[in-house]
């Protein structure tokens, strides 16, 4: 609803700035920025900063993966929550899944119909 989805129990996808309370509601209690612009409001966001290094989306992933070994929900936003987000959500379901690439993009994709990674 709004400006972003839930992709799976605890994984939701967005876009920046969007309404923390709303997040809140639905335990998602870490959110992960990445790219954004703005500063972390409090303890419950990480920021990450991507170029073209694959190193960085792995570490990103990891983060993810980390957060919901812990049974916290995570939301994972960026500026359009289109495509890098996306993109960092994908892998992350590749290596909890073991799904390929394909496989992970078409399972994102019906729940956040606009992404278009790169």
Request: glycine share 10%; net charge neutral; hydrophobic share 35%.
């Amino acid at each position: 609803r709004g400006d972003w989805n839930l992709i799976s129990d605890g994984l939701a996808l967005g876009s920046t700035p969007t309404d923390a309370t709303n997040v809140r509601q639905h335990r998602l209690q870490q959110t992960i920025c990445i790219n954004c612009t703005e500063a972390p409001s409090d303890g419950g966001v990480r920021t990450f900063q991507v170029t073209d290094d694959d190193s960085e989306m792995t570490a990103i992933a990891d983060e993810i993966r980390e957060v919901l070994s812990r049974g916290q929900g995570c939301y994972v936003r960026c500026s359009e929550g289109r495509n890098v987000s996306a993109a960092a959500v994908s892998i992350t379901l590749m290596r909890l899944h073991g799904w390929d690439y394909g496989s992970a993009f078409w399972f994102v994709k019906q729940r956040r119909r606009g992404i278009v990674i790169r």
